[in-house]
Structure formats: structure tokens, C-alpha cells
């Protein structure tokens, strides 16, 4: 692939006369030129300019990756009085109109990534005339989706010219997913610098510290950037405690088809928040492609964790904001993406084509069976064989810098845009006590001068309790806990085997801090009353789980959680097992053992937590310092071989 790179100072239009030749060039050729240039440019006016330049002599067809960007990109069309038909899954009934007429009638065609290969398969467009246009091509692997490979496909063989847009240029599409001949990237030195103020704050409070800074700032109109929901729903809730009068709104899929829609609707059709909406909280619904003109906003955040596409999506899309953004997150995470032992999306796409090649279809099907995200990497041609998804591989391997420390990504986005200026980390520290005296003060217009009722009567019961276990408890007085205690099965844990228990002259509370003040977890609680019901009673089963640690105990749990769910009767399952028991007295390294855990299993999307869980609770080793190494005792297949293993099988029911 050739790469030429332009230099503008503000705008792609001043490079119109080399990239008009290019685009002319790949159009007569057929051949596939991609261009990158920063957001805010003039993308989306260039691709604008080609739809009417061509638009009498070719079917031209562009491609969104999300449906609420073609409706954008059809009211600008509408202002020019060009007729662009949509394409999606809200419309298909559209195309089925138009198959009395053996082609599309029309010439500009906006459609979604992961429905155009209807349009491209089934005759509607004449390949002969027809130009692809594609924006926001990093797309393909940040949220790929199954049909995205489709509609790939679909183009290639169609053979028809391809010009592809983005600010977030991925190598791996360019070159792997659509081998694009050419490739122009244009840099513009007039573009006013990106500054980032980053917060780093302690706890897991970056969606609270956001509400309060605003707050505290003069609660002026501010636009919030996340990319989950559940963190959208927290902030607002904060900041409605905060800010009572002040009209906040939530922009993601749900909301923009319920609540929100006026506010969404308003934003597609005139670039702009409602003026009555004081603070947005919007997520990846609005990544990419989406403008916001609003003249008016004085404040912008990003709170939490982005991959870098996102990030630097995000950081262009309030247009007309030239200050600070305040990033506020919680610093935790790996350090660089882990791509479980390989170097590359390729060269996991050519795993796991080596791996399936090695399953028959009916072994496929029950892989299927075991992981819907596995369905989702391959397809099956007419004649059987099997086709990887490519996009699904690559968007695989990137999801994992979403779980990089956000410190991380800053560095990441830094290497990757001059423009980016990145202020030292603060780091931040909850004020507990101030912060809430200083919100009760404000309630009640004085300074908080005693304790409300309830905190005092919570405190004397703390106080009392705290007096009374003073000397400190022992595990007879958890036995005689248990044992003056009842069962409470509707609080039942997983598969209504494990229980709290709870006291007959006292409430859950009294039991839970007493267990607090023995120095004994809830869980190790619930486990030794398990095990002391199930035993007739007996106080040595008490005693029995007492010994244990905690780790122990929480592993006893999760071994429970997974034998309920472990599918013995899967052909994989067998073969598995059949190897470790082939193996049983052997001494290996721990490494070792995992290795032939995850041979069986690793390669498979989302199902390394099954091989790790395998080793964990299936594998049955002990440790033999003098071989150097662990040898296999047994191979569990159900709780209560785990149980027999263990020795712990005289004192619990497995089932």
C-alpha cells in the first residue's frame, strides 16, 4: 500500500486539487484510496462534495457505522436538494419495494456497515457504476459486529472503487480487511491544541468526583463523555442531588428511542444540544461522526475508561470548545494489552483458523453451544468450508485496551496526536467528611452544629456492640452463633445450597457484625452454617471451615458455581478429560499443566476464564518439591468429587 502524506493548516479543501485527481484516478481504476485526516477538517464535507459530484453518472453508496449518522448525513443531503435513500434494518422493507425493479431507484444510497451486503448481493446496484464511500473506517474493528465481514466481502467482490474516512486510521483495516491501494494522511498545523487535564482519583468515585466538580465549578453547560451506561445512570443520579433545577439528559441507544428522543432528534437534525439541557451525558452512541456546534458550552469531561479510537473521537466532537478537558478516572488496569501469548490480531486469526480447521461441523456447533461469542468468529460458505470473520478476530484483540489503567491510553493518544497536550495527573482524594458536611450545610443554609438523631442512635448501638466484643470473640463464639441460629433459605446463595444464617433472638444485622467482630467473613460464615446443617449439626463441620482460609473458602464457592454449570456430556468436555486422566500421576510444573489446560481451551473467545477454572477445580494436584513440580492426583468432574478430593465431602451435601 502507497502512503502519501499531505500538510494543510485548517482544512482538508486546501489539498482539493491533488486529492480531486486521486479520487478520479481510484474511481476510473477501480481501486480502493483511503484518506486520513484529523476530526473537524472537513470529512464529512468532502465526502458531502463527492456524493454530488458523481452522483449523475454513478450510484454512489456511503457507508455509516450506525444508523442515527445516515439520517444526520441525509438532512445535510436535503439541504441541497440531493435525494439520499436510506438503507438500514429500520428500512429493509424499503429494498423490498424496490425488487419488482431489478435495480435501485436512485443514486445516492446512505446505508450501515452491517447491512450494505444485502444491497451489493442481491443485484440492486450496478457494479458497473457504482462508487463506495466509507467513513469512519477504524469502525470495523472497534465495535465490529458479525455482518461487517458480510458486507466486506460483499464489496470486494463486487470489484467496485472504494474511498474509505477516518481520523483514527487502523493499519489492520487498511491493509488486512480491504487491502486499500493507496493511502493519503494529512496532518493540519493550525489546529488549535487539545488540552487534557487528568484526575486521577482514589476509590472507585470518578463517576461522584465528576458531579462534584461541576458543582463546585458554578454548574455551568457541560457536556460528560462515558462509555457505559450504568455510569451515565450514576452521574445523573449525583448530579440531580447536586443541581435539582437543572435539566440533565442521557444520550445512548436506549435512551434516544425513549426519554431522550426530542433531545436526539434535535441533535441530529441541527448539529446542537437543546438549549434547555444544562449537562449531557452522552456515550459511544455519538463517537463518531456526530458534530456538536453548540457556541454556549463552557465545560467538558470524560470520566472513566476509552480505547484510543474513542478517546480521540470523543476529544472532536464539541467543535467550538477550545478549553480544558478534565479527565476524572480511577487508575486501575493492566499495563499493555494482553493478547493471550500472541503478537497480533493476524496471528490470532490464523490460530484460531488452524484450531477450527481441526473441529468437524458437529463439533463446531456444540463450540457454539459453549460460547455465543465463538459463533460469532466464523461463517460457513455454500460448500461448507469455514470462513473467518475477520473483523470479530481484530475487534477481539483490541477490546483488551479498553481495560488498560486510563495513565495507559493518555500515553497512547499522546504518541498518536500532536495536537494533544497532556497536563500532569492530579490526584485526588475523596473528602469524605467534608464533602457531606459541606452538602448538609448548604441544605440547611448553617454549618452542621451536632449529629443528626439517626447517626446518634446508629452510633450508641455501634458503640454498645463495639463494648460488648471488646475482648474479641473466638470461633466457639461462632459456633454457638451457628448453633443458636436458623436458616434463612430465601437469602440462599447459587443453587440454594449455601445460606446466611440467622439468629433467633436477633436480626441478619446482629448476625453480620458479629461476624465481622470474630474476625470471620460473611462468606466463611455462610459456609461453616452450611456445613453444620448438613452434618446433623455437628459442631466439628463448624470447626472444619473455621480452619480454612478465606481464600479457600471463596474457592470452595466458586468450585460450587462452576460444577453447576460444567457440561460433562460435551464431546470436548470428553476429550479433555479423557487426556488429563490419561495423565493422572504424572509430575509436571505448574506452567506445564496450564499449558495443557489452555491448548484445549485458550484460543476460543471468552472461554479462557473455562481454563482457568478447569485447572482450578477439575485438575487435582500436589505439590512434590523434590521432582520439582506438581503431581495429578485426580480429575474432578462434578462438586462432589471436587468435594472428595478435598476431603471435605462427609461434611456438605453437593447437591
Known amino acids: ?51 454530488k459530484r458523481y452522483k449523475d453518472n454513478y450510484q454512489v453508496i456511503l457507508l455509516e457505522p450506525i444508523i442515527s449518522i445516515t439520517g444526520q448525513v441525509g438532512i445535510k443531503l436535503k439541504a441541497l436538494a440531493i435525494d439520499g435513500q436510506i438503507y438500514n434494518c429500520n428500512t429493509k422493507v424499503w ?33 458497473s457504476k457504482t462508487i463506495c464511500l466509507i467513513d469512519e473506517s ?19 467482490d463486487s470489484g467496485v472503487p472504494v474511498i474509505g474516512f ?45 458531579a462534584y466538580r461541576i458543582n463546585d465549578d458554578g454548574a455551568p453547560k457541560s457536556i460528560i463523555w462515558t462509555e457505559n451506561k450504568s455510569d ?28 431522550e428522543k426530542d433531545v436526539w432528534d434535535y441533535l441530529i437534525q441541527n448539529d446542537k444540544i437543546p438549549d434547555d439541557i444544562d449537562i449531557a451525558i452522552i456515550n459511544s452512541v455519538a463517537s463518531a461522526g456526530i458534530n456538536i456546534l453548540n457556541t454556549d458550552i463552557k465545560a467538558q469531561y470524560m470520566v472513566g475508561k476509552f480505547d484510543p ?10 467543535r467550538n470548545y477550545d478549553g480544558e478537558i478534565e479527565y476524572i478516572f480511577n487508575d486501575h488496569g493492566p499495563r499493555e494489552p494482553k493478547w493471550k501469548g500472541i503478537k497480533n490480531q493476524i496471528d490470532y486469526q490464523n490460530k484460531l483458523q488452524h484450531m477450527i480447521s481441526k473441529f468437524s461441523p458437529e463439533e463446531r456447533d456444540e463450540l457454539m453451544l459453549l460460547n455465543d461469542e465463538f459463533s460469532k468468529m466464523f461463517s460457513e460458505s455454500e460448500d461448507g468450508s469455514v470462513i473467518i470473520n475477520k473483523c470479530i478476530v481484530a475487534s477481539h484483540c483490541y477490546q483488551s485496551f479498553r481495560d488498560l489503567r486510563p495513565s495507559v491510553i493518555l500515553d497512547i493518544v499522546q504518541a498518536q496526536d500532536s495536537t494533544l497536550r497532556v497536563n500532569d495527573i492530579e490526584y485526588y482524594e475523596w473528602d469524605k467528611i467534608g464533602h457531606a458536611t459541606k452538602q448538609k450545610a448548604s441544605f440547611r443554609g448553617k454549618k452542621i ?81 452450611t456445613a453444620y446443617s448438613d452434618n446433623g449439626k455437628d459442631a466439628t463441620a463448624i470447626e472444619v471451615v473455621l480452619k480454612h482460609s478465606n481464600s479457600q473458602i471463596t ?75 506438581y503431581a495429578l492426583l485426580s480429575v474432578a468432574t462434578t462438586f462432589e468429587e471436587y468435594l472428595e478430593a478435598i476431603g471435605l465431602d462427609k461434611y456438605f451435601k453437593a447437591s
Open 1 to 51: 500500500m502507497k502512503t502519501k502524506q499531505l500538510t494543510v493548516k485548517r482544512w482538508i479543501n486546501e489539498v482539493d486539487e491533488y486529492l480531486n485527481d486521486k479520487i478520479d484516478a481510484a474511481v476510473t481504476n477501480k481501486q480502493k484510496l483511503h484518506i486520513t485526516a484529523p476530526v473537524g477538517v472537513g470529512k464529512t464535507t468532502l465526502a458531502i462534495d463527492l456524493i
Open 232 to 259: 451515565q445512570r450514576e452521574i445523573k443520579k449525583y448530579l440531580e442531588k447536586l443541581l435539582p433545577n437543572h435539566r440533565i439528559a442521557i444520550l445512548n441507544t436506549d435512551t434516544n428511542e425513549e426519554e
Open 138 to 156: 477504524h469502525y470495523f474493528i472497534q465495535n465490529a459486529r458479525k455482518d461487517f465481514d458480510h458486507t466486506i466481502r460483499a464489496i470486494l
Open 95 to 127: 429494498v423490498e419495494m424496490h425488487k419488482r425493479l431489478g435495480r435501485i431507484d436512485g443514486n445516492v444510497i446512505l446505508s450501515t456497515i452491517d447491512s450494505a451486503y444485502i444491497l451489493f448481493e442481491n443485484g440492486f446496484l450496478d457494479h
Open 555 to 629: 474457592q470452595l464457592i466458586g468450585a460450587k458455581v462452576f460444577f453447576s454449570n460444567f457440561r460433562t456430556s460435551s464431546k470436548l468436555v470428553k476429550v479433555m478429560i479423557k487426556s488429563l486422566n490419561d495423565s493422572i500421576g504424572k509430575i509436571n510444573s505448574k506452567d506445564d499443566w496450564m499449558d495443557e489446560v489452555y491448548y484445549q481451551y485458550d484460543y476460543l473467545p471468552g472461554l479462557d476464564q473455562m481454563a482457568s477454572s478447569i485447572w482450578r477445580y477439575v485438575i487435582i494436584t500436589a505439590r512434590r518439591p523434590r521432582e520439582g513440580g
Open 309 to 318: 479510537f474513542s478517546f480521540r473521537q470523543y476529544l472532536g466532537r464539541v
Open 449 to 529: 452544629a451536632k449529629l443528626p438523631n439517626m447517626i446518634k442512635k446508629n452510633y450508641r448501638q455501634l458503640v454498645g456492640m463495639l463494648e460488648f466484643f471488646k475482648s474479641g470473640m473466638t470461633h466457639d463464639d461462632v459456633k454457638k452463633l451457628i448453633s443458636e441460629s436458623l436458616p434463612k433459605r430465601p437469602d440462599a446463595k447459587k443453587n440454594n445450597v449455601l445460606y446466611v444464617p440467622r439468629t433467633k433472638k436477633a436480626s441478619l444485622l446482629y448476625t453480620i457484625k458479629t461476624a465481622e467482630q470474630a474476625g470471620v467473613g460473611m462468606q466463611k460464615l455462610i459456609l461453616a452454617s
Open 166 to 210: 477516518t481520523a483514527t486510521k487502523s493499519t489492520y483495516v487498511l491493509e488486512n480487511l480491504f487491502g486499500f491501494d493507496e493511502s493519503i494522511e494529512i496532518l493540519a498545523t493550525d489546529l488549535p491544541a487539545k488540552v487534557i487535564n487528568p484526575v486521577s482519583v482514589t476509590g472507585a468515585l470518578a463517576n461522584k468526583v465528576v
